[in-house]
Structures are given as structure tokens and as C-alpha cells.
């Protein structure tokens, strides 16, 4: 699904829900906003209200969508795999999932620590596994500074 058409649409759109995170949570809105904007395309490719692709894991209880995505293996290089999305009800949801997570999960609790720098940040979540591949953080960061500077 496309939740926007440019990059100030995609902006525009969550910027008021990434700004009560940032109230409530202290994570900076500008890293919430860029993060989404690499995992979608900046609003063109949202699977189900996932604005940061989180996979359903065996504890997530709530409904998924399966999708074949491109992973990569250090062995095999770039592949094809099914795999299982988080879906949501809304954007909202979708980011109080995402910053619940990195808050709550021991294996995110170094990128929290850096939740106001944007490079430590995606440094932090790429160490940690968020995803597979091995030019995450730079590729983040370089959206990051694509809408902030």
C-alpha cells in the first residue's frame, strides 16, 4: 500500500505521530520519520500499516502478512525469502510497536541508549540485527540527512 506520494507527503504524514513519540518516549522524531522513510520508500511500499518491515516473530499474537523479500546471507549473498510482517490497524500503532520494541528488547537496548543520534543509532540497530543488510546504518543515515541535513 502507498501511504504517500513524495518525500514532504511522507513528512507531512507522520510527522505528528513521531512528535508524541518523541513526547512520550524520547526518541527523536527525525530518526522515527528516516527510519521509515528507508524501510518504505518514503510512504510507496507499506505492507499492512508496517512502516518499519518489523517481522512477526514466534511471540507476535496479533496477524501477519507474508511476503517474499530480498535478505542477505553472508554465505549466498543477496536471496528470496518468505517471510512473516507485523500487520497493523494504523501508522500510529505501527510506530508505538516499533518504539516499544527497540525500548523494551535487550537485544535494542544499546540503540535506545542513542536515541537522540542518528548515526549511533543505526549503527546500533545494524549491529544488532535489525536487518540483513550490511550497509544498513549508512543507507539510513543517508536518508536521514536527505530530509534533515
Same mark, same amino acid.
Given at each position: ?68 523479500? $530480498?535478505? @542477505? ?6 536471496? &528470496? ?6 500487520? %497493523?490497524?494504523? *501508522? #500510529? ?26 548515526? $549511533?543509532? @543505526? ?6 540485527? &535489525? ?6 546504518? %549508512?543507507?539510513? *543515515? #543517508? ?7
Amino acid at each position: 500500500m502507498r501511504i504517500a506520494n513524495s518525500p514532504y507527503e511522507f513528512y507531512q504524514k507522520l510527522y505528528p505521530i513521531a512528535r508524541e513519540m518523541e513526547q512520550r518516549y524520547g526518541i527523536s522524531a527525525k530518526i522515527l520519520i528516516a527510519h521509515a522513510a528507508h524501510e518504505t520508500g518514503y510512504g510507496k511500499y507499506v505492507i499492512d500499516n508496517n512502516l518499519f518491515n518489523i517481522k512477526a516473530g514466534s511471540s507476535w499474537r496479533g496477524p501477519v502478512e507474508i511476503r517474499w523479500v $530480498k535478505e @542477505f546471507d553472508p554465505q549466498r549473498g543477496w536471496i &528470496y525469502s518468505a517471510e512473516k510482517f507485523r500487520k %497493523y490497524n494504523s *501508522l #500510529k500503532e505501527s510506530m508505538e510497536d516499533y518504539v516499544r520494541l527497540l525500548k523494551n528488547s535487550s537485544r535494542y537496548q544499546k540503540a535506545w541508549k542513542f536515541r537522540k543520534n542518528s548515526e $549511533k543509532f @543505526f549503527s546500533e540497530i545494524q549491529k544488532a540485527g &535489525y536487518a540483513t543488510d550490511p550497509s544498513y546504518a %549508512y543507507k539510513a *543515515l #543517508k536518508v536521514y540527512k536527505s530530509l534533515f541535513g
